[in-house]
């Protein structure tokens, strides 16, 4: 380094002059003082002046129509977080239903307000436009305008539901005939009136007022012609006006017999009724027919029993066939009776109860069946009430009792039944003949039924054999008798090849087994040698009592 450099380079690191760095100082000083200052009086710092609030100044919650202009602009003002006004601030839109806003981009003034218009959208009910400061693809911040967008004039009618139903000539229709106006955008219209006509019947309203959904409804009852009837649904010269609906209407039932004073409910056998039937002929619809002549007959439904009075009367000339001395003959039950007459519909009359029949020792019945049966096999006895005139008296209490013993009765589990018939039944384990009695009521009946009980098949348990001492070449015969599990001694044979005799011991055989028809069998073999021989009986396998038996052979 050179000298010159050397001099300039030491000049360069002095310190500066004390008085000249007090000046600087204080002049630093006074700026920020005066910088400070301003900032209080309206000085916006960098940091400072972003928006920050979006307040609403005009034309919130208006009533406008889809697809129409609000009648009155939208302010907002774009203010910073001190309250001041953001100017040139771009002011952006997000509209939630459709709907336009012009100008597309507005931008706020001097006093940081925005005005513009918004064109609704096209779906009627609430509409929402969000208004803001756009920032990384949010709005934030931002407000909500909201408007009540109505739906616009009526532009259609449409067929809701109710249409090509059936129903009978004169009757109503299950469904409603519906319709529902509409906008030019598909929005229900209410309040609208909709006029209604029916070509054949009638129709709950001739005018229907839409409801809030756009719809109108009628009931139709149709009239009297068979076949395809209609109505149509009419609002001015709109789109499908009018609308046509069909039925049909089939045909229904015949006219019909209707009981209009019913008879007695309550009468004594074969007495006449204090209260008599009386018919009335009528419509399908329910509407008196004023025919006379025509020929009504009753007999009896339900119940049985003789009817007896005059069970065919003509209508007069109201249509009206009135009885006069029915009656009903028969045990005590319920009945019901039936009226008929050509070409109506027949109907049935309420319950009539009869009382008053008593059983009759004489006609009343006892059955047994079988009539023979072997111990332990149970029987049916069939015990059938009946009056003096063999009319079955139901309701009543049936006892029965059996003579000899050994029985078992089960009791009817109930009173007669319509047919006056209670049934019990019998097992007996003595083999006897029994005799049948019962009691109805308080009457014996005088007829008794016969029931023979034999044993039942051979119980090894209770069949016996005798065996005698034998003799050295001569015949050894064994005698079996027969008993049933009962305890009864069989009379009868016809079981001799159930039965197996092996004789065993100092002799050897297997003798033959014969039937002696009354419940005995006999069996003989011809022992040789002296000393003891082993007899074992079997029936079916099963030893018999006693059995294996000794024989000593002498």
């Known amino acids: 380094m050179n000298l010159v450099a050397a001099e300039q380079q030491s000049r360069a690191i002095q310190p500066p002059d004390m008085r000249q760095l007090s000046s600087s100082r204080f002049l630093i000083s006074v700026a920020l003082a005066a910088l400070a200052g301003c900032t209080n009086d309206g000085v916006v710092l960098p940091s400072e002046g972003a928006p920050a609030v979006v307040t609403i100044l005009d034309g919130d919650g208006q009533l406008g129509v889809v697809g129409q202009p609000l009648n009155d602009s939208l302010m907002v003002r774009v203010s910073d977080g001190h309250d001041r006004p953001v100017v040139n601030q771009a002011v952006s839109f997000v509209v939630t239903v459709g709907g336009v806003v012009t100008p597309a981009s507005v931008v706020t003034d001097h006093e940081g307000t925005a005005r513009f218009a918004w064109q609704l959208g096209t779906v009627s009910g609430t509409q929402v436009l969000e208004v803001g400061v756009s920032a990384s693809g949010q709005l934030a911040p931002k407000t909500l305008f909201n408007a009540q967008a109505d739906p616009g004039p009526v532009d259609k009618i449409e067929l809701v539901r109710g249409d090509a139903q059936t129903a009978q000539e004169g009757h109503a229709l299950a469904d409603s005939l519906v319709v529902r106006l509409v906008d030019g955008y598909g929005n229900p219209v209410g309040g609208k009136d909709v006029v209604w006509q029916a070509g054949a019947g009638s129709l709950s309203g001739g005018t229907v007022t839409t409801g809030p959904d756009g719809q109108a409804a009628v009931l139709w009852t149709l009239g009297a012609a068979i076949g395809t009837q209609t109505a149509t649904a009419t609002f001015g010269s709109v789109t499908g006006s009018p609308v046509t609906f069909s039925a049909t209407a089939t045909q229904g039932p015949p006219p019909q017999l209707v009981i209009v004073t019913q008879p007695s409910s309550t009468a004594i056998s074969g007495n006449v009724f204090a209260v008599q039937p009386v018919i009335q002929l009528e419509d399908n619809l329910g509407n008196p027919i004023l025919q006379g002549g025509v020929q009504v007959t009753t007999a009896i439904a339900s119940g049985g029993g003789v ?73 049916t006895i069939t015990v059938t009430a009946l009056d003096a005139g063999g009319f079955p008296v139901l309701g009543q209490t049936v006892t029965v009792s059996v003579s000899g013993g050994g029985n078992t009765v089960n009791q009817p589990a109930g009173p007669t039944d319509a047919n006056g018939v209670a049934t019990a039944t019998l097992t007996s384990t003595k083999a006897e003949s029994k005799t049948i009695t019962a009691r109805i009521g308080s009457v014996n009946v005088q007829q008794t039924a016969t029931v023979i009980v034999t044993a039942g098949p051979p119980s090894p348990v209770n069949t016996t054999a005798h065996v005698p001492g034998g003799k050295s070449l001569r015949l050894t015969t064994i005698t079996i008798t027969t008993v049933d599990a009962f305890g009864n001694k069989l009379a009868r044979g016809g079981y001799a090849g159930q039965f197996l005799i092996t004789v065993s011991g100092v002799n050897s055989a297997t003798p033959n087994v014969t039937d002696q028809g009354d419940g005995t069998y006999t069996a003989s073999y011809l022992p040789i040698f002296k000393g003891n021989d082993r007899i074992d009986i079997t029936i079916n396998g099963v030893a018999i009592k006693g059995s294996p038996y000794t024989s000593r052979v002498n």
């Open 307 to 379: 009817l007896g009075g005059t069970t065919t009367v003509a209508t007069n000339g109201n249509g009206v066939a009135t009885f006069t001395d029915l009656s009903i003959t028969g045990s005590a039950g319920d009945r019901t009776l039936i009226f008929a007459a050509p070409g109506h519909t027949a109907t049935t009359s309420d319950t009539i109860s009869i009382s008053g029949l008593v059983p009759s020792a004489q006609r009343s019945t006892v059955d047994a069946a079988p009539t023979s049966v072997e111990a332990g096999i149970p029987v």
